[in-house]
């Protein structure tokens, strides 16, 4: 194969993977550390060429195919294709105390993310019900503070597009008093559900809460990032997942409780406001 060739096979196969990504041209860019003016040579320049060996590299790297790959020298792009064995903690935080969900939630700037919770929306917890969670611990209430002003700053950016699907009966322990929520006061209860429907208010549509019947569906508490990441939450850990066959599987099941939500993203921030609180 020659040079004009490569190159070429290079930029089909290059469009291929900004397609699959989700990304706009500018994420895309960045996720590659490169400007958006090269990419866009890359993609669109009168004559197609190679890019540079780092750039090439970043690519690999980034979306988990193999550099020959993306050269045609293979027709085995090399992604993997069954779970990894990457178990993040809660408890793993970098050097500015994010933890590996947050980290992914930033690295996926511009992709569509579809988000089931454990409990309650946590880009959405008061000061009230973050205090109640942590347990009397001030540096796990600190924390939680952070993260939750954090993933509320992302959610509120231009390019946010933020699917959330969950069971109502959620909210119905919640307001209730129920379950984990015992203890918690009716007043905390009643500002953290109005505080709910005010966010899913203030961002729809680019954030978008579905309902369905937790007696009719399960979901587990999970996070799919386009259809690059998804992390299953499993208790105080997370199981890191990158092959694009069950990521999509996910998405598929994902998108399949959105179909059977009884309570549509129009109404849920209507509904929520309803709740009476026990």
Known sequence: MNKRESSSLFRARLTHLLAQSGLTQ????????????ALSQLL?????????????????A???????????LSEDSGAVTQTLDSVETEAALDDQSRTAMERWHEDATG????????????????PEVIAFQAQASEQERRRLQAQT????????????DIELCMPFQTFE?????????????????????????????????????????????FAPPMTLFGYTRAAVYAGE????????????????????HIRA????????????RGLGVG
Not at 52 to 58: G, M, S, V
């Open 111 to 126: 992709q569509k993310i579809r988000y089931v919770p454990a409990q309650l929306p946590d880009l959405m917890r008061t």
């Open 62 to 72: 980034r979306f988990q195919v193999s550099t020959d790959w993306l050269l045609g």
């Open 173 to 217: 322990i919640f307001a209730q008093g129920a379950g984990v929520w015992r203890g918690l006061s009716k007043g905390a209860r009643a500002a953290q559900l109005a505080q709910i429907a005010q966010t899913v208010d203030e961002l729809y549509p680019a954030f978008r809460m579905y309902l369905f019947d937790g007696r009719k569906r």
């Open 261 to 272: 939500a009884e309570i549509h993203a129009h109404e849920s921030a209507d509904w929520v």
């Open 149 to 160: 002003q954090r993933r509320l700053r992302l959610s509120r950016a231009p390019e946010t």
């Open 44 to 60: 669109n320049g009168p004559d197609p060429r190679l890019p540079r060996a780092e750039t090439l590299l970043a690519i690999a």
């Open 237 to 256: 850990v997370y199981l890191l997942i990158r092959s694009r066959r069950l990521i999509r599987d996910l998405a598929q099941g994902f998108d399949g």
């Open 26 to 37: 500018a994420a895309f860019a960045q996720a590659i550390s490169i400007d958006r003016s």
